[in-house]
Each structure stands twice: as structure tokens, then as C-alpha cells.
């Protein structure tokens, strides 16, 4: 079976690329790669297929872009059978004991299996512990498709590195890792990538290291994080502004720049469990990683807490105060919603006898419903708060004046009774100081 010609066959147009998994990952790259190459766009939510037909994105990843792009969209997996090189994009969540949650990949695995042709590359790039690749993936492949790997098809693995909602490390700008699981994939592999790749491709040796590079990087930053967040309850204590002391921290050559936060999505509050379960199954347990998931995984209820001392402190009832959260997706200026860590918030609030009325623009009501449970309230719809707590950083909140902010508030309280919690140390101090507003940061 030959594999070397893939890459001249999808730059004449006599072969097909495939994604499996249209999300903020999969969607992008087929929208990137249909500008060079035919592509099928398969996912098995057919509401998504039918939007991305009918020029709506949801992820907001290409905008307008979607209405021109030429991938044929479609939730009949049976078309992956006219591609000769699929890219999987599925998520991989983790359960709610913490432990890694394969089953959309192995559905997306089973799915590809089914409808396989012989000469084909598959590529996986959803998030994964090292080994998944070739010790879960390959065998269903294998069993659902009755083609030998290596033979009638091969496999390798490329670390999606998406950071949704952000325009400037885009998909063709970042360094994209690419691995194979012989040199005559991986040539091949990199080739393809490297269509769209301007940035280029940066090749790894064995598709274990691929999957490593994508955990290590993610569990990384989350400990980086972590280090500040500890830092910023500590400093809380101390009566010192996190926000100050990071400053100034940052003006010496090598400082990180990492600052306090809600650490949520579907990568850096969930890959560092994928690294770490893998351990533990080796025998070995995280001194840090985990650590640094506990700390961030703490910070929903620490603001919170904050909050309720703020009002306190007010002189109001919590329990009878008005409280409103501006944002609920996981970071800002984004639609994305998964795994977001002001759910903490609400949560913690609940508990005690708080329930929030929460707003985000950027977000899906009905995601945020299924989700969490949330019916989000539009902008014009707002009562007047007790409390404000600003969680994301969307540029609209980003931007409001101290005036603004005010407005949110019941008119009969005095600036002094207005509780304004910044979680993303939005606002300049002096602003806050000389607003006469009761204010906490992280």
C-alpha cells in the first residue's frame, strides 16, 4: 500500500481530507485546510451540521468565513469512506471522579473503523495520555474495520493547539507538532500539515511523545497559575493588592507574566488529569500537578466566599441581597462555555442561599441551561444588584466606566453599600478607590 502520494493526491484534488469532530477544534482546521484541498466535514450533531450549511458559526473561531468555505458538511459517516486522510477532533472530558472520559473517542475510534478505506492516515489530535493513540484507538480501528494498521492504513497523532477566542495565536501561526507512527507517516503527516501550517510543523519522534508534549504543556501553565493564585489568597490576607505585587513582578526579565483566575475549559483544567492518571496507573503520584488542580479547582468558592464577606461587611443580609454575575463562559470574549469554573461560583453561592442572576452576551442560553442550569438573563433585563460580580473579562465588561458599573447597582444604596467583586482585576484601582465603591480583586 502506497502512503507517499497522499499529500500530491490532496494538492491535485483527486483525494479527500476528512474531519471528525466539528468543535472550536475541528471546525477551524477544516475550514483552514478547504481553502487548499477537498474536505468532508463530519460530526454526529446534525443541529451543528445544519448551522455550519447555513453559514452560522457558534464557536465564533471563523466568523463570516463559514459561509464561504467550500467543506461539505455532513453527519453521514459514511462519507469518511471517500477520504484518504482523517483528522480526529472529538473532545476528551474527564469524569467526575477526575479520571480521563475516552468515550468520544473511542465512538469517533469505532466510527472511523466502520467506514475506513484501505490507504488511508489517520490523525488524531483530541488531548490524550500517552498510549491512547496505539493501545486504545488502534485496536478498535482495527476490530471495526477488519484493515491491519501499518499495513492497510496508518495512524499518527498531532496535539490540537486552538486557543479559542484568541486572534492572535491562530491555528496557522502556531507550531503545530505532528508525529507518525513509522517515518513514512509521519513524512506524510507533516507534509499535509504543513499546507496550512505557516508557522510550520515540528516533528516528534514517536506519537507517545506527540501525546506527552500536548499534557505537559496544558499541566504546565495550570501549575503556573496555581502559583499565583495561591499568591493572591495570600495576599488577600495581608491587606496587599495581587494585582500590584504582580506588576511589579512582571518588570523584571524573567517573570512568566501568569496571573490570578478562573482556571476552566476543555484544556488546562483537564489535560493536567490526563497526564497524572497515566501516572498513577505507573505507579507514580503527582507532587505538584495535582496540588496545583486542587488550588485552582478551589477559586470558584474562594470568590465567592469574598463575596459574601464584602456584603457582610456592607452591612446587608447575603442570603436576601441581590446578586449579579456578569459572565459565565470560561474565559473571555469566547462563546465557550465548557468547563467553566464560575459554575464554582453559582455553586457556592446556592450553598448558601444565594441564587445569582447571571448574564453573558457571548454565551448560549440554552448550552448554559443544559449545562449548569442557568437561565441566563439578557442586558436589558437586569435587576438592580446588591452585589456585582464581574467573573469574565468580555471586552464589554472590560470597558465600563465607574459610572457604568454604578448603574448596575439599587439606586437607594450608598457607594459605600456597593459590593463590586473584579475577579480579572479588570478595573484600575485608583478608578475603584476613587469610586466609593466596596471592592475586591483576586
Given at each position: 500500500?502506497?502512503?507517499?502520494?497522499?499529500?500530491?493526491?490532496?494538492?491535485?484534488?483527486?483525494?479527500?481530507?476528512?474531519l471528525?469532530?466539528?468543535?472550536?477544534?475541528?471546525?477551524?482546521?477544516?475550514?483552514?485546510?478547504?481553502?487548499?484541498?477537498?474536505?468532508?466535514?463530519?460530526?454526529?450533531?446534525?443541529?451543528?451540521?445544519?448551522?455550519?450549511?447555513?453559514?452560522?458559526?457558534?464557536?465564533?473561531?471563523?466568523?463570516?468565513?463559514?459561509?464561504?468555505?467550500?467543506?461539505?458538511?455532513?453527519?453521514?459517516?459514511?462519507?469518511?469512506?471517500?477520504?484518504?486522510?482523517?483528522?480526529?477532533?472529538?473532545?476528551?472530558?474527564?469524569?467526575?471522579?477526575?479520571?480521563?472520559?475516552?468515550?468520544?473517542?473511542?465512538?469517533?475510534?469505532?466510527?472511523?473503523?466502520?467506514?475506513?478505506?484501505?490507504?488511508?492516515?489517520?490523525?488524531?489530535?483530541?488531548?490524550?495520555?500517552?498510549?491512547?493513540?496505539?493501545?486504545?484507538?488502534?485496536?478498535?480501528?482495527?476490530?471495526?474495520?477488519?484493515?491491519?494498521?501499518?499495513?492497510?492504513?496508518?495512524?499518527?497523532?498531532?496535539?490540537?493547539?486552538?486557543?479559542?477566542?484568541?486572534?492572535?495565536?491562530?491555528?496557522?501561526s502556531?507550531v503545530?507538532?505532528?508525529?507518525?507512527?513509522?517515518?513514512?507517516?509521519?513524512?506524510?503527516?507533516?507534509?499535509?500539515?504543513?499546507?496550512?501550517?505557516?508557522?510550520?510543523?515540528?516533528?516528534?519522534?514517536?506519537?507517545?511523545?506527540?501525546?506527552?508534549?500536548?499534557?505537559?504543556?496544558?499541566?504546565?501553565?495550570?501549575i503556573?497559575?496555581?502559583?499565583?493564585?495561591?499568591?493572591?489568597?495570600?495576599?488577600?490576607?495581608?491587606?496587599?493588592?495581587?494585582?500590584?505585587?504582580?506588576?511589579?513582578?512582571?518588570?523584571?526579565?524573567?517573570?512568566?507574566?501568569?496571573?490570578?483566575?478562573?482556571?476552566?475549559?476543555?484544556?488546562?483544567?483537564?489535560?493536567?488529569?490526563?497526564?497524572?492518571?497515566?501516572?498513577?496507573?505507573?505507579?507514580?503520584?503527582?507532587?505538584?500537578i495535582?496540588?496545583?488542580?486542587?488550588?485552582?479547582?478551589?477559586?470558584?468558592?474562594?470568590?465567592?466566599?469574598?463575596?459574601?464577606?464584602?456584603?457582610?461587611?456592607?452591612?446587608?443580609?447575603?442570603?436576601?441581597?441581590?446578586?449579579?454575575?456578569?459572565?459565565?463562559?470560561?474565559?473571555?470574549?469566547?462563546?465557550?462555555?465548557?468547563?467553566?469554573?464560575?459554575?464554582?461560583?453559582?455553586?457556592?453561592?446556592?450553598?448558601?442561599?444565594?441564587?445569582?442572576?447571571?448574564?453573558?452576551?457571548?454565551?448560549?442560553?440554552?448550552?448554559?441551561?443544559?449545562?449548569?442550569?442557568?437561565?441566563?438573563?439578557?442586558?436589558?433585563?437586569?435587576?438592580?444588584?446588591?452585589?456585582?460580580?464581574?467573573?469574565v473579562?468580555?471586552?464589554?465588561?472590560?470597558?465600563?466606566?465607574?459610572m457604568?458599573?454604578?448603574?448596575?447597582?439599587k439606586?437607594?444604596?450608598?457607594?459605600?453599600?456597593?459590593?463590586?467583586?473584579?475577579?480579572?482585576?479588570?478595573?484600575?484601582?485608583?478608578?475603584?478607590?476613587?469610586?466609593?465603591?466596596r471592592?475586591?480583586?483576586?
Open positions: 500500500m502506497n502512503f507517499s502520494n497522499i499529500y500530491l493526491e490532496l494538492i491535485a484534488g483527486q483525494a479527500k481530507l476528512a471528525v469532530g466539528l468543535g472550536y477544534v475541528g471546525m477551524p482546521i477544516a475550514v483552514e485546510f478547504a481553502k487548499h484541498v477537498p474536505v468532508i466535514g463530519f460530526d454526529i450533531n446534525e443541529k451543528r451540521i445544519s448551522e455550519y450549511r447555513k453559514g452560522i458559526d457558534a464557536t465564533n473561531e471563523v466568523g463570516a468565513a463559514i459561509a464561504q468555505t467550500t467543506v461539505d458538511f455532513t453527519a453521514d459517516a459514511s462519507r469518511l469512506k471517500e477520504a484518504r486522510f482523517i483528522i480526529v477532533a472529538v473532545p476528551t472530558p474527564v469524569n467526575e471522579d477526575t479520571t480521563p472520559d475516552l468515550r468520544p473517542i473511542e465512538g469517533a475510534a469505532r466510527t472511523v473503523g466502520e467506514n475506513l478505506s484501505p490507504g488511508t492516515i489517520v490523525v488524531f489530535e483530541s488531548t490524550v495520555y500517552p498510549g491512547v493513540t496505539e493501545d486504545i484507538c488502534i485496536p478498535l480501528i482495527e476490530q471495526y474495520s477488519r484493515l491491519k494498521c501499518g499495513v492497510d492504513w496508518k495512524i499518527g497523532y498531532s496535539p490540537e493547539r486552538i486557543n479559542p477566542g484568541d486572534r492572535v495565536h491562530t491555528l496557522t502556531v503545530k507538532v505532528v508525529s507518525g507512527m513509522d517515518e513514512e507517516s509521519s513524512r506524510e503527516i507533516k507534509k499535509v500539515y504543513d499546507i496550512i501550517i505557516k508557522a510550520g510543523t515540528h516533528p516528534v519522534s514517536t506519537i507517545k511523545t506527540a501525546e506527552a508534549v500536548k499534557v505537559v504543556e496544558n499541566s504546565q501553565r495550570d503556573n497559575i496555581a502559583f499565583v493564585n495561591e499568591v493572591a489568597m495570600m495576599c488577600d490576607r495581608m491587606h496587599i493588592d495581587t494585582a500590584e505585587v504582580i506588576e511589579g513582578m512582571n518588570t523584571k526579565w524573567n517573570a512568566l507574566g501568569f496571573r490570578p483566575g478562573l482556571v476552566g475549559g476543555h484544556c488546562i483544567g483537564v489535560d493536567p488529569y490526563y497526564l497524572t492518571n497515566a501516572a498513577e496507573k505507573l505507579g507514580y503520584h503527582s507532587q505538584i495535582l496540588n496545583g488542580r486542587k488550588v485552582n479547582d478551589s477559586m470558584g468558592a474562594y470568590v465567592a466566599d469574598a463575596a459574601i464577606k464584602q456584603m457582610i461587611e456592607a452591612g446587608m443580609a447575603p442570603k436576601k441581597a441581590t446578586v449579579l454575575i456578569l459572565g459565565i463562559t470560561f474565559k473571555e470574549n469566547c462563546p465557550d462555555t465548557r468547563n467553566s469554573k464560575v459554575a464554582d461560583i453559582i455553586n457556592r453561592l446556592q450553598e448558601f442561599e444565594i441564587d445569582p442572576v447571571v448574564a453573558d452576551s457571548w454565551a448560549d442560553s440554552d448550552v448554559a441551561k443544559e449545562a449548569y442550569g442557568v437561565d441566563l438573563v439578557p442586558a436589558d433585563d437586569l435587576p438592580k444588584a446588591d452585589c456585582v460580580i464581574v467573573a473579562g468580555h471586552k464589554e465588561y472590560r470597558s465600563m466606566s465607574m457604568q458599573l454604578k448603574k448596575l447597582f439606586p437607594e444604596l450608598s457607594d459605600s453599600e456597593k459590593v463590586l467583586i473584579d475577579v480579572k482585576s479588570l478595573y484600575r484601582k485608583d478608578e475603584l478607590e476613587a469610586s466609593g465603591m471592592y475586591w480583586r483576586l
